[in-house]
């Protein structure tokens, strides 16, 4: 169980467990050739990496505020084939662990709407899918909406539209702009670069600042710079967006939570011996 959670003042930030699955290694690194990578990386016999599927849960006072929701509980026989998941993980059975049912959730915050971050927002009950979280409201930015509604040819398969377009029927849905304030020291920031309209999400707390990059750096190994993901829709944007979040991060020793590396999700911002940006596993 690769659970972690960390107190920060007045917020409980938890890297919940949603499940595992297997992406390909080259789609993940991009430019970066394999004979590189695979020094970093486990990789097996069809080229794949596994990744994590770690929403961020926050907790403060009453509120419950859920930051991505993994894959959900709805896969096909393909996906689980392309993925290799184990379907009886998810984050509502992450939730579960901490005493938690879908209900508390007050708000769930979506970073992109790709399938692996999107999947777990809608289940099906008696033939109709309907929202997971049934007294949350789902915060989206709109032009990921737009663009998830009317996919380009090289992102239509990272979208379903049963993971979010029963959202807005059950009017759910709140559009968000470039900035938006979750209210408790919880923001959101678009970074686009992943996805034009991709957010990650800050949490300003009474001992500092924490940040979810999501998909901008979903690994430890993508904190280098030039280790863009070859599914980044804006590469030279994830970039830009990557070295400020970088700079800040480190010169403000922010708390760093990522969505997708199985060696540990939370970390801060350090230099190495020869100055470059590096990922380091907080003691927790
Ligand atoms: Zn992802």
Redesign the pocket.
């Known amino acids: 169980m690769r659970q972690v959670t960390v107190t920060m003042g007045a917020h409980e930030l938890t890297s919940l467990d949603a499940g595992e699955f297997l992406y390909d290694g080259g789609a993940m690194f991009g430019a970066v050739p394999k004979v590189i990578w695979e020094s970093l990386v486990p990789v097996d016999e069809q080229n794949r990496i596994q990744l994590t599927l770690s929403p961020l849960l926050i907790r403060v006072g009453s509120r419950r505020i859920l930051v991505d929701v993994g894959f959900g509980e709805r896969h096909t026989k393909r996906e689980l084939k392309i993925f290799g998941f184990d379907p009886a993980r998810n984050v509502e059975q992450a939730l579960g662990t901490l005493g938690l049912a879908p209900e508390d959730v007050d708000t769930v915050v979506l970073t992109h709407l790709?399938v692996?971050?999107a999947g777990g927002a809608t289940r099906e009950r008696g033939g109709t899918i309907e929202p997971a979280f049934p007294n949350a409201r789902y915060l989206v930015n709109e032009r990921e909406w737009n663009d998830a509604l009317a996919p380009d040819a090289r992102s239509a398969a990272a979208y379903r539209a049963d993971d979010f377009v029963p959202l807005e029927e059950a009017g759910r849905l709140e559009f968000v702009g470039d900035t938006h304030d979750v209210g408790d020291g919880v923001s959101m920031v678009r970074t686009g670069g992943h996805t034009a309209g991709h957010m990650m999400v800050l949490v300003a707390t009474d001992s500092g600042t924490a940040v979810y990059p999501a998909?901008l750096i979903?690994s430890r190994h993508h904190v280098r710079v030039p280790y863009i993901a070859g599914v980044d829709t804006f590469p030279l944007d994830v970039i830009g967006e990557k070295k400020r979040l970088l700079e800040e991060a480190h010169r403000e020793r922010w708390l760093t939570i990522l969505?997708?590396d199985p060696s540990g999700n939370v970390g801060r911002i350090v230099k190495d011996d020869r100055g470059r940006y590096a990922f380091r596993d907080e003691d927790v």
């Open positions: 790709h692996d971050h998909d979903p969505d997708h």
